[in-house]
């Protein structure tokens, strides 16, 4: 009887422990539902669709098959996986959503499940963190459920740019591991552990998020003369910024042909965040007049957090944050450094439109609520109170009403729900304190779907509208065989842009990799300047109409035109983009596949020599005997007797090698940067040899082990240490919890 109770008393005691993570799982996994209302597919929007879903089911298949995808030159420029490091080719638990990803039937449906997942994961890290800092349970639980409904982390992150939000979701997670363990109260495995997951998710904001964190809680211990806590923090730092080497080194190395060698700092004021704008986080529909994507107006409230953040100022315990400042000097150095950078310039090599880093401002402002909640509200003065919490609320309506005028009605009707529940919020902490976290919660709620009535999408962001059907895809575009060409642009409202309309003959961005079909038009994050300028080619995949006739030009270098040499099979073009129907007929060689209202497709007449490889041409007294190259792989070999050049349809990235017989030879870039190599005389017959070793590997790889090896051996030494003195107490740095009752009129 007596080990009935002593269980109902530790299963007792463990609920009241997990359930309120648990509610910001399920509250945030149920808001973030709510999108879908509205729009079916707003996590399969503008860059997701065109990039990130296609890679990640690109790299889920390789990985299926048994291949490692470090280079996939059948996806021409954003093929080289390796360098594309938003990709995250060496993160563990993106490698596992790439397959799950590859599995599933709708990679729409699959966008929307992964997303979710790192929704909650980065809800269920702020409330940690604001844990880690003092914060009561229930009120980090209410503040956590906001961060991933933010309008730049929900409108920008969480609906196009998938890595920003993945590799953020992350940074809370770092933040109160390092936090534990620069106390002695954590395994330094697990900060470790973290920060390698947002090193490696390959944003580079992430990762400047990740040594943001490490160097504000050493700031933190430093001001607190912990010289020992620095000491494990300068380890765990380490260790993180060895990973780092692997995921971002190919990219540098890359540079020399792609549109990210620009290492300047400048400042044109594009998505360059106000800290005015920051001042109205409260606001449902505040949009300033600030310039956005493709020469649009920003059209979400982007700089919204979180609906009582402001009305309730008044009646919070504000002196609760200022508390013990020294053991909180990380939060303060956080958000003022993030601060200063979301305000610009608005460019510095690889990191550009600092707008996008205000979530990372509001992260920190989040544990400031959590712990002013903790303090509870004020009952004192009330009629002061409430008019203050009413100006609050009428200068963000003004505010929003000056950016855009014409959206007055919208702005008068937040205005009143804010109004209504901030009302209620006061009124049940002033009588039912214990349901005040169930009252905000609903409110946010109540803002969320409001907005997203408002504003169901980003409308700034391209509206692709792609098919999303992995099945029907395939089957819909089973004829395209071989190298594929398309020449089309489509813009934000593209009416045609729909299953049913330009997609029946044509895809976007990446998404003929979903389709099965070898396409050179690719969405690449860093571009390969030969083929994209040769081309006339955004790195979206997007053409100008100029494409087409570069497409048939005859290349002066080898007198074959550029097609022969790209080994293109199949060329589409949207009907009319070509302007004086010059693309209304086949060029000679071609024939007509298909035309229908939106597009023609030209096939070639006769098959390309060589189908089992990929030469494309010879130079006079050199004869290709065999070439035979392995699946969806750069590796190849060729028999040849003579000598002279040979140029392969494929591009000549940094790192890509050749050898005859064993021999090494200098690998060029030919028309349009494809492989070229001069071959060495062999009257009896040779065999060209290419492969791909990606520049940063050979001292990346073994400094990614020497990472997770210096973690592991810094949390083997941990444990030995608390084995041999168990009794040894924590560091007492931590702030101590706020008082019980969230309502005082001390």
């Not at 409904?149 to 609906?159: C, E, K, M, N, V």
């Not at 009319?576 to 129907?581: C, E, I, K, L, Q």
Request: aromatic share 10%.
């Amino acid at each position: 009887m007596f080990g009935l109770d002593l269980g109902a008393v530790v299963f007792s005691r463990g609920f009241r422990t997990v359930r309120a993570p648990f509610a910001v799982c399920v509250v945030t996994t149920v808001l973030a539902l709510f999108p879908l209302i509205h729009i079916q597919t707003f996590y399969f929007w503008d860059d997701s669709a065109a990039v990130f879903v296609p890679g990640w089911y690109h790299i889920g298949t390789e990985l299926l098959a048994g291949r490692f995808p470090a280079l996939s030159p059948d996806m021409w420029p954003g093929g080289n996986i390796a360098a594309e490091a938003q990709l995250s080719l060496w993160n563990p638990i993106m490698l596992a959503n790439h397959v799950l990803v590859a599995l599933m039937p709708d990679v729409a449906v699959a966008a929307t499940v992964v997303k979710i997942e790192f929704m909650v994961l980065m809800a269920l890290g702020v409330y940690l963190l604001c844990r880690e800092y003092g914060a009561r349970q229930w009120p980090s639980a209410t503040v956590a459920v906001l961060l991933p409904f933010a309008g730049f982390t929900l409108y920008f992150d969480a609906s196009a740019w998938a890595i920003s939000m993945i590799s953020f979701a992350w940074i809370p997670h770092l933040w109160w591991a390092a936090r534990k363990c620069a106390d002695g109260r954590l395994n330094p495995v697990v900060p470790v552990f973290f920060g390698i997951m947002a090193m490696t998710c390959g944003s580079p904001y992430g990762a400047l998020g990740a040594a943001a964190v490490v160097a504000s809680v050493l700031f933190e211990r430093a001001v607190q003369r912990s010289w020992s806590s620095c000491v494990r923090l300068l380890l765990i730092g380490v260790a993180i910024a060895m990973s780092a080497v692997v995921v971002y080194v190919p990219l540098v190395l890359a540079g020399e042909v792609s549109f990210r060698g620009d290492r300047s700092i400048t400042n044109t004021g594009f998505m360059v965040a106000a800290l005015g704008d920051l001042l109205n986080l409260s606001s449902p529909t505040y949009t300033p007049n600030e310039a956005s994507i493709n020469g649009l107006r920003l059209m979400v409230p982007y700089a919204f957090l979180g609906w009582f953040v402001l009305p309730l100022l008044p009646w919070l315990r504000w002196s609760a944050v200022r508390a013990n400042l020294r053991a909180r000097s990380a939060l303060f150095a956080f958000c003022v450094g993030y601060a200063l950078f979301a305000t610009g310039p608005g460019q510095v090599w690889l990191f550009r439109w600092p707008m996008r880093v205000v979530d990372y401002v509001y992260l920190p402002v989040c544990v400031f609520v959590a712990l002013a909640l903790s303090a509870g509200l004020r009952a004192d003065r009330v009629r002061r109170r409430a008019f203050g919490t009413a100006v609050l609320i009428g200068i963000q309506a003004a505010l929003a009403f000056s950016a855009t005028p014409e959206q007055a009605g919208r702005h008068a009707a937040a205005a009143v729900i804010l109004a209504g529940l901030s009302a209620a919020a006061v009124f049940v902490a002033l009588h039912r304190e214990r349901l005040l976290p169930v009252v905000l919660t609903l409110g946010t709620a109540v803002v969320l779907f409001a907005q997203l009535t408002w504003y169901p999408i980003n409308a700034s962001f391209t509206a692709y509208r792609l098919p999303h059907n992995v099945q029907q895809l395939r089957d819909r575009f089973a004829g395209y065989e071989g190298n594929t060409f398309t020449v089309s642009h489509v813009s934000p409202g593209d009416p045609h842009t729909h299953p049913d309309g330009l997609w029946r003959d044509m895809l976007a961005g990446s998404m003929y990799e979903v389709a099965g079909v070898t396409s050179l038009n690719s969405y690449t994050g860093m571009g390969y300047a030969p083929l994209n300028n040769g081309l006339c080619m955004h790195p979206s995949g997007a053409t100008c109409p100029e494409a087409f006739h570069r497409l048939f030009a005859v290349d002066p270098e080898t007198g074959v035109p550029v097609a022969d040499l790209l080994r293109v099979q199949n060329v589409v073009v949207r009907n009319g983009f070509v302007p004086n129907g010059e693309a209304d007929e086949p060029p000679a060689g071609w024939q007509v596949l298909s035309h229908d209202e939106h597009a023609t497709v030209f096939r070639r007449a006769a098959p390309l020599p060589w189908p089992q490889g990929r030469v494309s041409w010879t130079s006079p007294g050199l004869e290709v005997l065999d070439d035979r190259r392995q699946p969806r792989r750069p590796d190849e070999e060729i028999r040849y007797r003579g000598e002279g050049t040979v140029t392969l349809a494929a591009l000549a990235w940094p790192g890509v090698t050749a050898s005859v017989d064993g021999k090494d030879v200098p690998v060029r870039r030919g028309p349009m940067g494809i492989i070229t190599v001069d071959l060495p005389k062999s009257s009896d017959g040779a065999t060209l040899r290419l492969g791909f070793s990606p520049p940063g590997f050979s001292y990346g790889i073994p400094l990614l082990a020497g990472a997770v090896l210096l973690g592991l051996l810094h949390g083997l030494a941990y444990r030995m240490k608390r084995r041999r003195r168990p009794d040894e107490p924590a560091s007492t740095t931590r702030p101590s919890p706020a008082p019980r009752d969230l309502v005082t009129t001390r």
